[in-house]
């Protein structure tokens, strides 16, 4: 049985965002979709003060958010196979659970319940990082199309696992794959008595990101891939790249990162402050094809 894209869906603007995004992204990948709808009675569940019939009530909504969410996927692309399915228990819990049988995870940036000051709700970023597949963020609002996707890089196996998905991605959408690899001055070089070459820095950046693209160009030749190294914050150049991308696609973890964080800096900033659709890759999730280096 093939593995589905599963979305979540609370009839919020950003839900709605997430199922036309996986709706299109089963369509190019011909895989089914499974919408998903979460009935959490818990900000409900008030011992003292009881409401009455409460899940009911939840749950005729529920079923209407899922009609709503399947219409959208099946007008949109109406040779996707869609299911749609309601749970009931702690979201977070629920999707990663789901994700266990899924290919790919998508969510959107703030649900329904989130404060409108933030622009990455609670269950979006528990999710980044937490399961062994691809979770992907989406924001409400019309998407430009650019035909570009963008995937950071920093030699990390997060990274290579990014690189992956982001390969695949441009093949699926006859894009370019644009390759971002930041760097930064170590603190000690402003340092007036040390010399420091600018250019021969760069140029070791450059020459670092072009080793490790070798492989991965090799194996998708017809892939137009572009790379950027640049010397700025890593967020701070992911974030302007994203301006112009479909997607962006970063690890969950990079070098440096304190181990015991499963999503790390880099991926929580960008998160909240791309502005497209973002793609989070642990280094076990699983890819079309193995990784370059396997074949070496």
């Known amino acids: 049985m093939t593995e589905p894209i599963v979305v979540a869906t609370d009839g919020s603007p950003a839900a709605t965002a997430a199922v036309e995004w996986a709706a299109d992204d089963a369509a190019r990948k011909r895989l089914p979709l499974r919408i998903v709808h979460v009935l ?85 970023m528990h ?20 035909s570009e996707i963008v995937a950071g890089f920093d030699g990390s196996p997060e990274s290579e696992a990014a690189l992956a998905y982001a390969f695949e991605e441009a093949v699926v959408r006859g894009g370019r794959l644009r390759v971002v690899h930041a760097w930064q001055m170590p603190v000690y070089v402003y340092a007036p008595e040390l ?21 991965w160009r090799e194996r998708y030749p017809g892939v137009d891939t572009v790379l950027d190294a640049v010397s700025a914050h890593p ?31 880099v991926s929580r900033a960008v998160l909240h402050h791309a502005r497209c659709p973002v793609a989070v890759v642990r280094s076990k999730a699983p890819v079309t094809g193995e990784s370059p280096q396997a074949d070496t």
């Open 195 to 215: 010399a420091y070459d600018m250019d021969e820095t760069r140029q070791a950046h450059e020459d670092f990101v072009t080793d490790r693209l070798t492989a």
């Open 40 to 124: 959490d009675r818990l900000p409900y569940d008030i011992p003292r003060y009881p409401i009455p019939d409460v899940y009911d009530h939840l749950s005729r909504s529920g079923g209407q958010i899922l009609d709503e969410a399947e219409r959208t996927a099946r007008e949109r692309w109406p040779d996707v196979e869609v299911t749609v399915e309601m749970a009931e228990g702690d979201p977070v819990h629920i999707l990663r659970r789901q994700a266990e049988h899924a290919l790919e995870l998508v969510v959107g940036s703030r649900g329904l319940g989130g404060f409108t000051g933030m622009l990455l709700g609670s269950v979006s």
């Open 235 to 265: 967020v701070t150049a992911l974030v302007e790249a994203s301006a112009e991308a479909d997607l962006l696609v970063v690890g969950s973890r990079g070098r440096g990162a304190v181990r015991s964080l499963v999503l790390g800096s």
């Open 127 to 146: 999710v980044a990082g937490q399961v062994e597949v691809p979770v992907v963020v989406v924001r409400p609002g019309a998407a430009t199309v650019h």
